[in-house]
Nanobody, 124 residues
């Protein structure tokens, strides 16, 4: 089993920064990809970023490219999402997720394990 615990959300003014963390426990696999998704009220859960377990390969949604950075700390079994230049439209519940291989890396279908979500609110 794999457990994911997301943290680091909060209220921040537009233009500010936050760093989300996702602590991974239980069994991990070298072919894991770790993703961040977000969901706003009335909208579907959408892809934000993903990284392979070694940290060498990353992909981002166009809406966050050049503002967000995903990274891993394998010694701590933790995945981070550094969010800079935040905008009100970034307001959402952010979820971390884990899945094996690169199958559907930008879709929720590609992930088998999910954290509980952490709220990010960006005020205008």
């Amino acid at each position: 089993q794999v457990q994911l615990v997301a943290s680091g959300g909060g209220l921040v003014p537009a233009g500010g920064s936050l760093r989300l963390s996702c602590a991974v426990s239980g069994r991990t696999f070298s072919d894991f990809k770790m993703g961040w998704f977000r969901q706003s009220p009335g909208k579907e859960r959408e892809f934000v970023a993903t990284i392979n377990w070694s940290g060498r390969i990353t992909y981002y949604a166009d809406s966050v490219k050049d503002r967000f950075a995903i990274s891993t700390d394998n010694a701590k079994n933790t995945v981070y999402l550094q969010m800079n230049s935040l905008k009100p439209e970034d307001t959402a519940v952010y979820y971390c997720a884990a899945g094996r291989g690169w199958f559907a890396y930008s879709s929720t279908r590609g992930y088998d394990y999910w954290g509980q979500g952490t709220q990010v609110t960006v005020s205008s």
